[in-house]
């Protein structure tokens, strides 16, 4: 990535930053295994009924962690505003913008404000973000960035197609090539993740990340619930062939492990929550976690060199 200003401050703030943004990262897996996916599934697991006491517990356990995510959202999102305000270049001023329109647009949803403009406000800071990100990591880097971009958008776009007074609301053609062009382009978005990180992890990551692919497709062979799932927590329709979201979940893996073992621990998470968040418009928390991922792995070279990044 090319390197940012690194004034007292903005390091300071970045070390301050790591703590919150491993935490974050805990406490949203935990709520994507169990809330998003654990309670959404549970439902087909026979005689549940029997093992009712361990499943409250389970869900109490996904709940609680949903709760720290946004409170750890709430302190994370405004801090990174005030670390990119602070660091005197355009695009982390621009970073900066895209994370206040978010959380406005964010705050606009919940007091019920006009559904197709905070929409729009939100899916345009995600937009600006993504362009902050792939500027800053610049040359190959930026391309699974871009293409991330594009899927965002056009999965958004097929949200807010579907919101009252637009023109041509709801028509089922428009819906469909909007939802066909995010599944490519996510999927993309996915298999060449490795350029973020800049090459592959050692054989044993390798391996694994083989595995969790393997896992992936099987997945989607056999149970038509993942398909679901992916659609409820990732914004993907599950429409194409079932190895093409093998491959792009090795290929995610891949880049995560290499992101990690190379001590670049900040952009690890920043594409971690990237994940769990998906693409589109599917809630304010999901974006949130997308927002918050963007803006932590557009601050990493704020701490340290790109090389070597938040040991």
Do not use: K
């Not at 490519?184 to 054989?203: E, N, Q, S, W």
């Amino acid at each position: 990535m090319t390197a940012l200003p690194r004034t007292p401050n903005a390091v300071m703030g970045h070390s301050l930053l790591r703590p919150l943004a491993a935490g974050l990262a805990a406490a949203a897996l935990t709520e994507l295994l169990i809330l998003r996916t654990f309670t959404r599934t549970a439902v087909h697991i026979p005689a549940i009924e029997s093992m009712a006491g361990p499943y409250e517990v389970i869900s109490d356990a996904g709940r609680f962690a949903y709760f720290v995510t946004v409170v750890l959202l709430l302190a994370a999102l405004p801090a990174l505003a005030l670390m990119f305000a602070a660091g005197g270049e355009r695009r982390l001023q621009a970073g900066a913008a895209a994370i206040v329109v978010f959380l406005a647009g964010a705050a606009g949803a919940r007091l019920g404000a006009d559904e197709l403009l905070t929409s729009a406000a939100i899916l345009g800071a995600t937009a600006l973000l993504i362009g902050v990100v792939a500027s800053s990591a610049g040359g190959r880097s930026a391309v699974p960035w871009l293409v991330f971009g594009a899927a965002t958008l056009a999965a958004g776009s097929n949200i807010l197609l579907q919101q009252p007074g637009v023109p041509g609301q709801g028509d089922a053609e428009t819906v469909r090539a909007f939802l066909t062009v995010a599944e490519y382009l996510g999927i993309g978005f996915a298999i060449v993740t490795p350029l973020v990180a800049g090459g592959l992890p050692a054989v044993r990551g390798q391996v694994l990340a083989v595995g969790v692919g393997g896992l992936a497709f099987a997945g989607m062979l056999a149970a038509p619930t993942t398909r679901i799932l992916l659609l409820w927590n990732q914004g993907f329709t599950g429409s194409l062939p079932a190895i093409a979201y093998g491959v792009g979940a090795a290929a995610m893996t891949a880049a995560l492990l290499t992101l990690w073992g190379r001590g670049r621990r900040i952009e690890c998470i920043g594409l971690l929550l990237v994940a769990a968040g998906g693409m589109g418009l599917q809630s304010t928390y999901q974006s949130a976690l997308v927002i918050a991922g963007l803006a932590l792995f557009a601050s990493a070279p704020m701490g340290a060199n790109a090389a070597a990044t938040d040991r």
